[in-house]
């Protein structure tokens, strides 16, 4: 199975700031990586996938980069509506796992 | 508009076998490319990625839960039923269906979701 490790685990941050959430694979997934929020009492919602491509209707201030290994999830401007929990996937092979999630909220 | 959504006992005892049933709309499984997944959530802990079925009948498992998964599909009746057996507590979870399109495994279509208690 290919491990997902993202960090951190959990991330406090203010109105506005930039944060960044890491996912690495335990081996090369090409950009086959997905990033998904949830929020409390949810469904998952997919944000990105192909590692850089924004989901229909999610806003503009998240970004995905990476490729390889190491990968990104990035909000530009965090809004106190992203408080959540975000996963990333890898859908290189399967079984197709997730990330043990980063848990977000707001200072 | 595509919907899925899963149906299944509430509530089942140690040993025994889960029936989980997802029914859908929007799509065919018959379509090529198309798959849908289960995965799960226990309660507080991550999403864990359990089983799907391709269009043309592949199948592929979570390896260390492939000894007692079996996913089905009923393209006719647009439903895919995944079966988990020797249910243990450790399995109660939140179980979700969700739609594979067919440029790649990733899930834009989820359903409710629907939580399983494994108790006796």
């Known amino acids: 199975d290919i491990q997902m490790t993202q960090s951190p685990s959990s991330l406090s941050a203010s109105v506005g700031d930039r944060v960044t959430i890491t996912c690495r694979a335990s081996?090369?997934?090409?950009?086959?990586l997905a990033w998904y929020q949830q929020k409390p009492g949810k469904v998952p919602k997919l944000l990105i996938y192909?590692?850089?491509t924004l989901q229909s209707g999610v806003p503009s201030r998240f970004s995905g980069s990476g490729s390889g290994t190491d990968f990104t999830l990035t909000i530009r401007s965090l809004q106190p509506e992203d408080v959540a929990t975000y996963y990333c996937?890898?859908?290189?092979?399967?079984?197709?796992?997730f990330g043990q999630g980063t848990e977000l909220e707001i200072k | 508009q595509i919907t899925l959504k899963e149906s299944g006992p509430t509530l089942v005892k140690p040993t025994q076998t889960l029936t989980l049933t997802c029914t859908f709309s929007?799509?065919?499984?018959?379509?090529?490319?198309?798959?849908v997944t289960w995965i799960r959530q226990p309660p507080g802990k991550a999403l864990e990625w359990l089983a799907l079925?391709?269009?043309?009948?592949?199948?592929r498992y979570s390896p260390s839960l492939k000894s007692r998964l079996t996913i089905t599909k009923d393209t006719s009746k647009n439903q895919v039923v995944l079966t988990m057996t020797n249910m243990d507590p450790v399995d109660t979870a939140t179980y979700y269906c969700?739609?594979?399109?067919?440029?790649?495994?990733?899930?834009?279509?989820w359903g409710q979701g629907t939580l399983v208690t494994v108790s006796s």
């Open positions: 969700a739609h594979r399109p067919d440029s790649g495994s990733y899930y834009p279509y």
């Open positions: 929007g799509f065919s499984l018959s379509t090529n490319g198309m798959g």
């Open positions: 079925i391709f269009w043309d009948g592949d199948k």
């Open positions: 081996q090369g997934i090409s950009n086959y």
């Open positions: 192909d590692a850089s």
């Open positions: 996937q890898q859908y290189y092979s399967a079984p197709y796992t």
